[in-house]
């Protein structure tokens, strides 16, 4: 079986994306996603990119948060992987940080400019020892 997978250096729009999530800003971070992008974070599903946008202010405005890329790898057929890990608190308890794994997977529709056609996100557990 042939090696498709290579870890890459994050390439600069990866950069973009997770900046306008932790901070809700989201012109340029969000250039590749379009009115056809489908992105499935755990058990939700999200069609376009101005629902995409209101999911994350749902879910992001409490906190203060942060998300540091870990791991990028290229896959074939425009297919990229991303490990990562969030720090957040929410702003009344900014004392009580926690840390989340998160998992992207991208599929492009395009290289140049990048357009994302679907992003798969799955996050957690917060607390690995109550799941086992």
């Given amino acids: 079986m042939a ?4 870890a890459t250096a994050v390439p600069g729009w ?5 900046d306008a999530i932790d901070t809700l800003e989201f012109g340029e971070g969000f250039a590749p996603l379009t009115d056809n992008t489908d992105m499935y974070f755990g058990t939700a599903h999200i069609h376009g990119v101005e ?21 990028f790898w290229t896959a ?3 297919v990229r992987l991303l490990r990562g890990e969030a720090v957040m608190a929410k702003k009344s308890e900014p004392e009580r940080v ?3 794994p ?6 492009l529709a395009q290289e140049e400019p990048v ?16 799941v086992m």
Avoid: C, N, W
């Fill in 115 to 130: 357009r994302i056609r679907t992003i798969r996100v799955t996050a957690g557990p917060l607390q690995t020892d109550a």
């Fill in 14 to 18: 990866v950069l973009k994306f997770m």
């Fill in 76 to 78: 074939s057929d425009g």
């Fill in 51 to 71: 629902a995409i946008k209101e999911f994350f202010v749902k879910i992001d405005a409490p906190l203060v948060i942060s998300h540091e890329v870990l791991e």
């Fill in 98 to 100: 926690v840390r989340a």
């Fill in 102 to 107: 998160f998992m992207h997977i991208f599929y």
């Fill in 3 to 6: 090696d498709t997978t290579q």
